[in-house]
């Protein structure tokens, strides 16, 4: 079974400044995909970023990029230039790419505060 | 479209009793997802459709959980007997099928409190 870790429960960024957010994963499969969700305080879980496992060119979104590092199990997120409306939970998400096998396992996720 | 909507977003209701949940994917989107988040901790699989078919159940979906999805449309997601482990927020999303990365679009979520 694959398995999602986010070990730092929270992180602070002052505004403008640029964070990252690590995440590592465990999987005995070859070809997978891996997420990063926002969640803000009661609002809903939004994609902010996506990596496809057998692309070597890390995924960057506007400010939003990630570091991907297939042999160390490691998929990180760094928020450039960062905004107040970045404060969110972050949540790091792994989904197989076996059809049949479609559902997303998370990790327990990341509260980032945003200094003004 | 505004995007997979979720009723009622909030549920009180005490130990014993039934609740059911609704979810309205994207209209075009074939395949639907239920998902469990507690408090502070990520959301986690419960079970998925791809049109009316229940492709995948987790051992978390015991079997006082049912949910379906009749005509391949809307969802239901039913708990019976609730007990004050259920209260969570119960999530929903969607995604289309085929080649490719199907990102999972989320709705907003029924929070659900057992007395």
């Known amino acids: 079974a694959q398995t999602v870790t986010q070990s730092q429960p929270e992180m602070s960024v002052q505004e403008a400044e640029t964070v990252t957010l690590s995440c590592t994963y465990d999987?005995?499969?070859?070809?997978?995909?891996l997420f990063w969700y926002k969640q803000p305080p009661s609002r809903q879980m939004i994609l902010v970023i996506r990596?496809?496992?057998?692309?070597?060119q890390n995924a960057t979104e506007n400010r939003f990029s990630v570091n991907f590092q297939k042999a160390a199990k490691s998929f990180s997120l760094k928020i450039s230039d960062s905004q107040l409306g970045d404060a969110a939970m972050y949540f790091c998400a792994y989904r197989s790419h076996h059809g049949a096998n479609s559902k997303l396992t998370f990790g327990k996720g990341i509260t980032l505060s945003v200094r003004p | 479209d505004t995007g997979v909507s979720q009723n009622p977003r909030h549920k009180i209701t005490k130990r014993g009793q039934n609740v059911t949940f609704r979810c309205d994917p994207i209209?075009?989107?074939?395949?639907l997802y239920w998902y469990r988040q507690t408090l502070g901790q990520g959301p986690e699989f419960l079970t998925y459709?791809?049109?009316?078919?229940?492709?995948?159940k987790s051992r978390l979906l015991s079997d006082r959980f049912s949910a379906e999805r009749p005509k391949g449309s809307f969802s239901t997601l039913e708990i019976q007997r609730t007990e004050q482990g259920d209260s969570a927020m119960y999530l929903c999303?969607?995604?289309?099928?085929?080649?490719?990365?199907?990102?999972?679009?989320f709705g907003p979520g029924t929070r659900l409190l057992v007395l």
């Open positions: 459709f791809q049109n009316e078919a229940q492709l995948e």
């Open positions: 999303a969607s995604s289309p099928s085929g080649i490719g990365v199907e990102t999972q679009y």
């Open positions: 990596q496809e496992a057998y692309k070597q």
């Open positions: 999987t005995s499969e070859s070809d997978y995909y």
């Open positions: 209209s075009e989107h074939n395949r």
